[in-house]
């Protein structure tokens, strides 16, 4: 059996430095995609039509990868919680064979 070891403390963390990092690349990726749409009537071409709505069409898969990393964020506070009350559970047995 592999050995496991959970740094719940460290997992928590995690989850908030993915977390915030995530909202920020979502938030980005908005910014840009507003910025080239904004160019619409500046620039036109066919080149640049169908530039914007390739980049417009790409807006769906951004949501997806936030959407999973949302997702794992959420696993990995889920798992921290469940470990912490697991150990909290563990010591308070364990403070039983002391009496």
């Not at 009537?41 to 390739?54: P, Q, V, Y």
């Not at 951004?62 to 696993?75: G, I, L, P, R």
Request: net charge negative.
């Amino acid at each position: 059996m592999a050995k496991m070891k959970i740094d719940y403390g460290k997992f928590e963390d995690w989850a908030t430095k993915i977390n915030s990092e995530n909202e920020a690349l979502i938030e980005y990726l908005r910014q840009i995609n507003s910025h080239i749409q904004s160019l619409q009537g500046e620039w036109e071409s066919n080149a640049a039509i169908e530039i914007r709505t390739n980049i417009e069409n790409m807006g769906p898969k951004f949501e997806q990868f936030y959407q999973v990393v949302d997702n794992y964020v959420k696993t990995i506070r889920n798992v921290a919680s469940t470990y912490k009350e697991a150990e909290g559970q563990l010591e308070s047995n364990a403070q039983e064979f002391k009496r």
